[in-house]
């Protein structure tokens, strides 16, 4: 069959096929979520407005995640699939407009809080169907009972959550959440399910985590938008972009490379296992960080210019989120390559050390030492490495 020849069939995918433009396009959808998110976290300003966000950031990613999966499997571009892939899209995009309104509808309108599950359970669905076709033959039922099992349990949990409200609206919606991986896990465990290209499934998880580190850099223009620019801001947006840069070397320099060589020496089932937990699972926790961190700036460069203390809640989700966010890493490393990185770990440590004095700081301070400990991390980080590779070289003269 030619690529591309009907819209009646999938292209599946081969080993070496990479990540598609409608893809990035359908990316777009969860990069305004997630500005949505930040939004959602300072209008709360709190401990449950964090776990609102980060409640729908997990519905947000099962999303995401499985439509990688799908585009790991066929060609998003072409066939059938472009068309689910639109779909999904388009659900999605409902899905980030009503992010503020998915717990407090307001007057007038639809009731906000059911459009936002109806628009996720959508995508979900379409996905059921899709995925199940695209699996090969033998997985085909497996595949389709997987999904069904983990979207209908929290499907219905959502749509209680959202009809019943308050309280009770955030602990059905966390149930849901859970249920996601715990289902999929158990009903994954022992199925020799595949990656059909291992770059594609690597280059698409690094896009969305390029993505959401772009979160940082709208957080700095939504931080001083308002204000004339000044020296305090000036000082501030490098400080931010420190910390921006940090978390892009953290994870591009060489982590990204060595998880992706690390996943395609593995054989097929071990391979495939491998993706669950570092990607579909580990990269959650990514993304979280950034999110989290990316609130931190926010509020920071809003108030750059003044001397009162950045406060808890702020300091928090700047520390907080870079810690989260450099751990994250560290596990993710560790479950692809088997390697441990203590440096890194030291300053996602640091990072929460830290927070009650970047609470008592002004926002510009806080950014300040936010910025020295990334710095500094993966600073020593990459003089540690230089001399492990300085000491084996003059090992390997020495032998010679």
Same mark, same amino acid.
């Given at each position: @069959?030619?690529?591309?020849?009907?819209?009646?069939?999938?292209?599946?995918? @081969?080993?070496?096929?990479?990540?598609?433009?409608?893809?990035?396009?359908?990316?777009?959808?969860?990069?305004?979520?997630?500005?949505?998110?930040?939004?959602?976290?300072?209008?709360?300003?709190?401990?449950?407005?964090?776990?609102?966000? @980060?409640?729908?950031?997990? !519905?947000?990613?099962?999303?995401?995640?499985?439509?990688?999966?799908?585009?790991?499997?066929?060609?998003?571009?072409?066939?059938?699939?472009?068309?689910? @892939?639109?779909?999904?899209?388009?659900?999605?995009?409902?899905?980030? %407009? /009503?992010?503020?309104?998915?717990?407090?509808?307001?007057?007038?309108?639809?009731?906000?809080?059911?459009?936002?599950?109806? +628009?996720?359970?959508?995508?979900?669905? /379409?996905?059921?169907?899709?995925?199940?076709?695209?699996?090969?033959?033998?997985?085909?039922?497996?595949?389709?009972? /997987?999904?069904?099992?983990?979207?209908?349990?929290?499907?219905?949990?959502?749509? +209680?959550?959202?009809?019943?409200? $308050?309280?009770?609206?955030?602990?059905?919606?966390?149930?849901?959440?859970?249920?996601?991986?715990?289902?999929?896990?158990?009903?994954?465990?022992?199925?020799?399910?595949?990656?059909?290209?291992?770059?594609?499934?690597?280059?698409?998880?690094?896009?969305?985590?390029?993505?959401?580190?772009?979160?940082?850099?709208?957080?700095?223009?939504?931080?001083?938008?308002?204000?004339?620019?000044?020296?305090?801001? !000036?000082?501030?947006?490098?400080?931010?972009? %420190?910390?921006?840069? $940090?978390?892009?070397? +953290?994870?591009?320099?060489?982590?990204?490379?060595?998880?992706?060589?690390?996943?395609?020496?593995?054989?097929?089932?071990?391979?495939?296992?491998?993706?669950?937990?570092?990607?579909?699972?580990?990269?959650?926790?990514?993304?979280?960080?950034?999110?989290?961190?990316?609130?931190?700036?926010?509020?920071?460069?809003?108030?750059?210019?003044?001397?009162?203390?950045?406060?808890?809640?702020?300091?928090?989700? !700047?520390?907080?989120?870079? +810690?989260?966010?450099?751990?994250?890493?560290?596990?993710?490393?560790?479950?692809? /390559?088997?390697?441990?990185?203590? %440096?890194?770990?030291?300053?996602?440590?640091?990072?929460?050390?830290?927070?009650?004095?970047?609470?008592?700081?002004?926002?510009?301070?806080?950014?300040?030492?936010?910025?020295?400990? %990334?710095?500094?991390?993966?600073?020593?980080?990459?003089?540690?490495?230089?001399?492990?590779?300085?000491?084996?070289?003059?090992?390997?003269?020495?032998?010679?």
């Amino acid at each position: @069959m030619i690529r591309g020849t009907s819209t009646l069939t999938a292209v599946r995918s @081969m080993e070496g096929d990479r990540v598609t433009t409608l893809e990035l396009f359908f990316d777009l959808a969860f990069v305004f979520a997630f500005t949505q998110l930040s939004r959602l976290m300072a209008q709360e300003h709190d401990l449950i407005g964090v776990v609102q966000a @980060m409640t729908i950031l997990a !519905l947000l990613w099962w999303s995401w995640n499985s439509y990688g999966w799908l585009a790991n499997l066929a060609h998003a571009d072409q066939g059938w699939v472009r068309a689910v @892939m639109l779909v999904a899209m388009g659900s999605m995009v409902i899905v980030g %407009v /009503t992010v503020l309104e998915a717990y407090h509808d307001l007057r007038g309108g639809l009731f906000a809080p059911l459009v936002f599950v109806g +628009a996720y359970l959508l995508a979900r669905i /379409t996905h059921i169907f899709a995925f199940a076709v695209v699996s090969a033959r033998p997985l085909r039922r497996r595949a389709f009972l /997987t999904s069904l099992l983990a979207v209908v349990p929290s499907g219905v949990l959502l749509i +209680a959550g959202a009809m019943i409200g $308050g309280g009770w609206q955030l602990g059905l919606w966390l149930a849901a959440v859970v249920i996601e991986p715990v289902v999929t896990h158990r009903m994954s465990s022992g199925v020799d399910w595949r990656v059909g290209s291992t770059v594609h499934f690597t280059e698409r998880h690094g896009l969305i985590v390029i993505l959401a580190i772009g979160e940082s850099i709208i957080a700095i223009g939504a931080g001083v938008a308002q204000e004339p620019i000044d020296l305090p801001i !000036l000082l501030g947006i490098v400080c931010a972009l %420190v910390v921006a840069a $940090g978390f892009w070397w +953290a994870y591009f320099s060489r982590l990204a490379h060595d998880a992706e060589g690390a996943l395609a020496r593995r054989d097929e089932g071990d391979r495939a296992r491998t993706a669950r937990d570092a990607y579909t699972y580990l990269h959650l926790l990514i993304v979280a960080g950034i999110v989290f961190a990316a609130l931190g700036i926010e509020e920071a460069l809003a108030h750059v210019g003044s001397a009162a203390p950045l406060g808890w809640f702020n300091a928090a989700a !700047l520390g907080g989120g870079t +810690a989260g966010y450099l751990a994250a890493t560290v596990w993710f490393r560790w479950r692809t /390559t088997g390697e441990t990185n203590a %440096v890194r770990l030291t300053g996602a440590v640091a990072s929460v050390l830290i927070v009650p004095l970047l609470g008592a700081l002004p926002a510009l301070g806080a950014l300040a030492i936010v910025s020295l400990v %990334v710095v500094g991390a993966l600073g020593l980080e990459s003089m540690s490495r230089g001399s492990r590779r300085h000491c084996g070289s003059g090992d390997r003269s020495t032998s010679a």
